[in-house]
């Protein structure tokens, strides 16, 4: 009769196949590893051929293959005792401890916030796991509307599943309707088993551009109120009714001035939670225009 036993760990840990030997019956695997045991030759015929295998003590039959030929798999979640019988009879046991999988840890090296020269957010970053990070992103919430949909920043990892990392990922967000505003930003690292680590929560304003026209830094306060109270609108229809009293403000851009009109007109035909980000958008499109010509 032969006995040939291993656990194969998860793939994301990089841990190579470990066989199971008779005179070596302790060993340690990562959480998640899949154990699986054959068995070929024996007693054959009878009822009693069929071995058991035994974790902790809890009995459970092979699942045979052909007359003379048994397997079975399971995985280990926790440290065990494992043991084979046959008819009664100990044939192996082994000892194997699980080493658990850590959830991954993710910090802010430095407070992320808006750069010294330009308009970009530095986000300086650091995380570690012990079998690898998969992915990392910066999370952000708009600090006075928590419950608002997240704004999710990307971060771009070395190659392959780093241990260990870290970076300054610096990211233009001059042109988002929550420019100006302060925001709440959290780092979100994840592992090959799913499992994410969270770091502490840094508060900073994003950084907005600086308008001189009048028309122009008129649209951004819109924008901005539209993203602090996203329900209210009568205050953006008010400036903007008030812009459109007001035509000698544009001059001979009668183009700019038919733009104005056609997002006062939307924000009034359109009640929908999707008119909001267009009319936002919109604005910022001819607040450049108003200002660059």
């Known amino acids: ?66 007359q003379s030929s048994f397997q079975i798999e399971r995985t280990l979640g926790d440290s065990v005792r494992v ?10 046991a082994w000892d194997i401890s699980v080493i658990p999988d850590h959830a991954p840890v ?17 986000f300086p970053w650091s995380a570690t796991d ?27 990892l070395p190659d392959g599943a780093p241990k260990s990392a870290h970076g300054i990922h610096p990211h233009d967000l001059i042109a988002h309707p929550w420019s100006g505003l ?44 539209l993203s602090l109270h996203p329900e209210d609108r009568d205050a953006a229809l008010t400036a903007l009714d008030g812009l459109m009293q007001q035509p000698e403000l544009f001059g001979t851009d009668f183009g700019a001035f038919l733009n104005l009109s056609a997002i006062y007109y939307l924000m009034v035909r359109n009640d929908t939670a999707s008119m909001v980000p267009e009319a936002q958008a919109r604005m910022w499109d001819l607040a450049l225009h108003m200002e660059e010509g």
């Open 182 to 225: 302060n925001v709440t930003a959290r780092l979100i690292a994840q592992d090959g088993s799913g499992q994410t680590g969270v770091s502490e929560a840094a508060t900073f304003d994003l950084p907005e551009r600086t308008f001189r026209n009048v028309i122009a830094k008129a649209l951004v306060e819109m924008r901005k109120g």
């Open 83 to 92: 043991g084979v019988a046959r008819g009664g009879q100990p044939l192996a």
């Open 130 to 156: 012990d079998y690898g990070i998969t992915h990392l992103q910066a999370e952000l919430h708009l600090t006075a509307r928590p419950d608002a949909p997240s704004l999710v920043i990307v971060l771009p």
């Open 1 to 66: 009769m032969q006995i040939q036993a291993w656990v194969t760990p998860p793939a994301y840990t990089g841990v190579a196949p470990v066989f199971l030997k008779q005179d070596h019956q302790a060993v340690a695997v990562p959480a998640g590893a899949r154990l699986t045991i054959d068995i070929t030759g024996g007693d054959l015929g009878h009822a009693a051929s069929v071995p058991d295998l035994l974790l902790d003590g809890a009995r459970t039959p092979f699942t045979a293959l052909d």
């Open 106 to 122: 993710a910090w802010w090296t430095e407070p992320p916030g808006p750069s010294e020269s330009g308009g970009r957010v530095r």
